[in-house]
């Protein structure tokens, strides 16, 4: 098969449908990619039109533009929209087009959970937009500080919008952090060792961890909260046992690593772009590494830095003040070694570089700022005004959007396929830098001023009013500049030439392929002996799309890629990957319908919906289900691999893991708060404590035990190749017991309304029980296989799937009935 | 998969050990340690000062840990890396948890 032919067979199998049909059924990395940049974009100019008219606002004093409950909605929707709607996505959508071509594979791991990520984030940001349009927006600031957000400070649906909206779109977070893992770990170019990944993929698979490790105590603080909103179950009051600094501390634990999840990515693409744009490589790879990770670690030691104010012991400020300057470390580490990088090579003044420049200079005062606001003193003078205000932004506009205009300069003739002509980039760059500048450096001075955010007007008399103007005047200059940005981004894509391959003389992988790609990325899998292959045989695009490495011969329809061991690289099995579909979509739109049925509080459709997910779901993983065993296959170069679903830990193993993290970090969180609430929260304890049942508790621990144990059995068996039956009747009956046990216990858990003590209980238990019951679906599902499938030889992997769930499960039953039935005897 | 916990474990330690001696600090303050006699100091400040050498040890111990032929990874890459982050990991540990030293009270 010569090249041509070899490009066509592949592009039929690869593509994605023609027309809306493939907007919605695609499942293609590189479709959805550029979907979500494209969705993430418009909800930047979203979020950038509401900053306008903040700063119209607060342009002039006594300003009467808009009237303050506007004004709330606008800077509250402009926080919400710049960083659930914008920044996140942006990161997702790059890393889900970028991250198969840098590591040399065709798709990532789990092309339907892409698609189906994508839907829910465009479903819940259209919930928000509604929100906006209709006059309904949340107006409590990004924050949805307790009490201002509860329902006696705000009880329309305002805030509701919010915590549900917000949930929805995390979920697609998740599940892109998800995938984002699993795909560096095992879909990555055979010989692509830990140590020759593209520094891209370190910073992205660091950035999808925090992303598990962060957003669960997000999406927590958030359901506690629509249910104190709801059915008045008081976490964060007061006077009932529960606290709002409760709140506060599972928004920050996102909070915090939220910036460096926003940064990171950031950071990703300067590592990458600038050693080309200085025409050498990276200086201290490993360094740069270490110091990702390292910031990674520290920034979910800062989450207290947000609440200095609120009257927490000296030692405790003390601890959170010194990690807060400790995080500059690897910081300055990432600085240094990029000034090292431009110092060894040669540099050249490209519009990417002067993005990278203007970074610099951002990013750097947006740092020092942040290791003035960590020591406590200044943070009190300085807390909530507009030097907060300045600082964030020097942090998250320096650190995120200059280097991504950066990195979108340089990827749009990848992108594109095109040359870039019209210059309009370089003068929005200075209009975007200098009007960013001038509108920012004013807001810092405001600020020490006395100026406090959030502030829908202010007095002449208060010495903020040429400040303010200055400060106006320059953001408009900024907003001009992005336009143009937006204008030559449109232009470039329209109206410029075809471009050579390798424009800028890159050294990785995606530059070693046609302009714009194909669908199916690589013809052949190339075997990568370095970090930068293409640097170092400039003959590697031609060698690929000749068919010279691995699955270089198309077999009928399949859609092929490899997998290989997470730390050499060595191939280890063959994956065949899904076609389109719209299932993605289909089970997107039942996830929002229980969101929205929880929104308008119609709860009859949660459970509809809920049984339309599991439908879907168990749809969705039977089709994965093969009957036959075609075992080892020839994938090129006289290589024989198992298909992946024949292995002991197959791509679903992973993505199970993974997901798991998110899962403990979300019961760790609530243990926090139970904890929490027990030692710190006021008016405690509580009137009534859960009493000891001997029952409830001997019928779940054993249960849980049984059920563990069954699976275990189970998965023996099918590693022998014996009958599955024993184990999973044991697993069955244990989750049936520990159900049961759950579901007393949950009955007594007392007045939810009156005490948060009775309220967290049944959280915890609530939680408990849904997971068990997870749990029991997967086990009849595996045994459903098992009776239907006979000896097929996925069971294997399926089991361990299904062991880590219900160990999973058995653990969080044993716990949560523990820690409640024994609460009383802990006072 | 070992080589990924390899490189996470100094730090994901550290931080595991930053959350146990705030939360001792709130655990102590509320059950009233400061407030208990122990031969000259408080029971808060031994109890916090404990904790800050026994952290100190347990990242210590995963720094040899790291450095030893049983744990260390055979990717020179993951080696260093790993015991970069074990360094930087108990020097966090040191400049975090070193006001459980300075300032043991409840104010």
Redesign the interface.
């Known amino acids: 098969m010569n090249a041509l032919a070899r490009h066509r067979a592949l592009s039929r199998i690869w593509s994605s449908q023609p027309g809306w049909r493939g907007v919605i059924s695609t499942v293609n990395h590189s479709d959805i990619g550029r979907m979500f940049l494209l969705v993430a974009t418009l909800f930047f100019l979203i979020g950038g039109v509401l900053a306008m008219l903040i700063r119209t606002q607060l342009a002039t004093p006594h300003s009467a533009f808009v009237a303050p409950a506007i004004y709330d909605q606008i800077f509250t929707m402009h926080g919400t929209v710049m960083m659930f709607l914008f920044a996140i996505p942006l990161f997702e959508g790059a890393a889900v087009y970028l991250l198969p071509k840098l590591l040399g594979t065709r798709d990532l791991a789990y092309p339907r959970l892409s698609a189906y990520g994508f839907w829910c984030y465009v479903f819940g940001g259209l919930m928000l937009v509604f929100a906006l349009l209709a006059g309904l927006a949340p107006d409590s600031g990004w924050f949805m500080y307790p009490p201002l957000s509860s329902s006696a400070h705000s009880p329309g649906v305002n805030t509701d919008f919010w915590l549900i909206g917000v949930t929805f779109v995390e979920v697609s977070a998740i599940a892109a952090a998800v995938e984002i893992c699993v795909s560096i770990l095992k879909f990555r170019a055979p010989g692509m060792s830990l140590d020759l990944m593209p520094i891209f993929a370190w910073y992205a698979l660091v950035t999808a961890l925090m992303i598990l490790m962060g957003f669960p105590p997000l999406i927590l603080g958030s359901i506690l909260l629509e249910l104190e909103r709801a059915f008045g179950f008081p976490f964060f009051e007061s006077a009932l046992g529960g606290s709002p600094l409760l709140w506060q501390h599972l928004f920050w634990l996102f909070g915090h690593p939220e910036v460096y999840i926003i940064f990171l990515p950031a950071a990703g693409v300067i590592s990458t772009v600038l050693p080309v744009m200085a025409r050498t490589t990276l200086l201290g790879y490993r360094w740069v590494v270490a110091a990702a990770v390292a910031l990674a670690f520290l920034s979910f030691g800062l989450w207290v830095h947000h609440m200095f104010a609120t009257g927490i012991p000296h030692m405790g400020l003390a601890f959170f003040s010194a990690a807060s300057t400790l995080v500059a470390v690897p910081t300055g580490i990432q600085i240094f070694a990029w000034l090292g990088t431009l110092w060894k090579g040669r540099p050249r003044l490209t519009l990417p570089m002067l993005y990278i420049i203007g970074f610099f200079f951002t990013f750097v005062i947006g740092g020092l700022t942040g290791v003035m606001v960590a020591i406590v003193p200044f943070d009190w003078q300085a807390h909530d005004t507009a030097f907060i205000t300045a600082h964030l932004h020097y942090v998250l506009f320096g650190g995120f959007v200059f280097p991504m205009l950066a990195g979108l300069y340089y990827w749009l003739p990848q992108l594109t396929g095109r040359k870039r002509f019209f210059r309009i980039g370089e003068m929005a760059f200075w209009l975007i830098f200098l009007g960013f500048n001038g509108a920012f450096v004013a807001m810092h001075w405001a600020g020490l001023l006395g100026q406090r955010r959030r502030i829908a007007w202010y007095p002449e008399d208060a010495g903020w009013t040429a400040i303010n103007l200055f400060s106006s005047i320059s953001s408009f200059v900024m907003a001009i500049g992005v336009a143009m940005v937006v204008f030559d981004i449109a232009l470039h894509a329209l109206l410029a030439i075809r471009g050579s391959r390798n424009p800028w003389g890159a050294g990785t992988l995606e530059w070693a392929m046609p302009t714009p790609p194909a669908a199916y990325n690589f013809a052949s899998i190339p075997i990568v002996g370095d970090r930068e292959p293409l640097a170092r045989d400039p003959a590697l695009a031609n060698k690929i799309a000749r068919g010279e490495y691995f699955l270089g011969e198309p077999r009928g329809e399949l859609r092929e890629t490899l997998t290989v061991d997470a730390a050499s690289g060595i191939p280890e099995a063959l994956v065949i990957f899904p076609g389109n579909s719209t299932l993605p979509i289909a089970l997107a739109a039942a996830t929002g319908a229980a969101f929205l049925g929880a929104l308008i509080r119609v709860y009859w459709v949660i459970p509809l919906a809920l049984l339309f997910v599991v439908g879907l779901s168990l749809r969705w993983g039977w089709s994965q289900h093969a009957a036959n065993c075609p075992g080892f296959q020839n994938v090129g170069r006289a290589t024989l691999l198992p298909q992946a679903i024949e292995t002991d830990r197959s791509p679903g193993w992973w993505g199970s893991v993974f997901l798991l993290v998110a899962d403990t970090v979300l019961f760790g969180s609530l243990f926090f708060g139970y904890a929490f609430l027990w030692t710190v929260g006021p008016n405690w304890p509580p009137p009534q404590w859960l009493s000891l049942s001997v029952l409830e508790l001997a019928l779940g621990l054993i249960g849980a035990a049984a059920a563990a144990i069954g699976l275990h059995v189970a998965a023996r068996a099918a590693s022998r190749g014996a009958s599955l039956w024993r184990g999973l009747l044991i697993a069955l009956a244990g989750a049936a017991m520990t159900i049961a046990a759950l579901a007393m216990t949950l009955t007594r858990a007392g007045q939810l309304t009156d005490y948060a003590y009775g309220a967290t209980v049944f959280v915890m238990i609530a939680y408990a029980l849904i997971h068990a019951a997870i749990a029991a679906i997967m086990i009849c599902s595996l045994a459903y296989r098992t009776l239907r499938g006979g000896a097929s030889c996925p069971r294997k992997s399926n089991v361990n799937i299904v062991r880590l769930w219900t160990d999973y499960a058995a653990f969080v039953a044993a716990t949560s009935l523990v820690a409640t039935q024994f609460s009383s005897y802990l006072t | ?4 916990v390899r ?2 474990i100094a ?2 330690v ?2 595991a050990l ?2 146990a ?3 001792l ?3 102590g ?2 059950a009233g340690w400061q407030h208990i006699q122990v031969t000259g100091a408080t029971l808060f400040q031994a109890a ?1 000062t404990l904790a800050f050498f026994v952290a100190l040890l347990i990242l210590a111990a995963v720094l040899v840990g790291l450095r030893s032929p049983l744990f260390r990874s055979a ?1 020179p ?2 080696a ?2 790993s015991i ?2 074990a360094v ?1 990991a108990l020097v ?1 540990g040191a ?6 030293l ?6």
Do not use: N, Q, R
């Not at chain 2, 300075?102 to 104010?107: G, K, N, T, V, Y």
């Open positions: 998969m070992k080589d990924v490189i996470v730090m994901l550290w931080l930053f959350s001696l705030y939360g600090e709130g655990v303050c509320a916090m990717s890459f993951i260093h890396i970069i982050l930087a966090a400049w975090t948890l070193f006001p459980a300075a300032l043991s009270h409840c104010a």
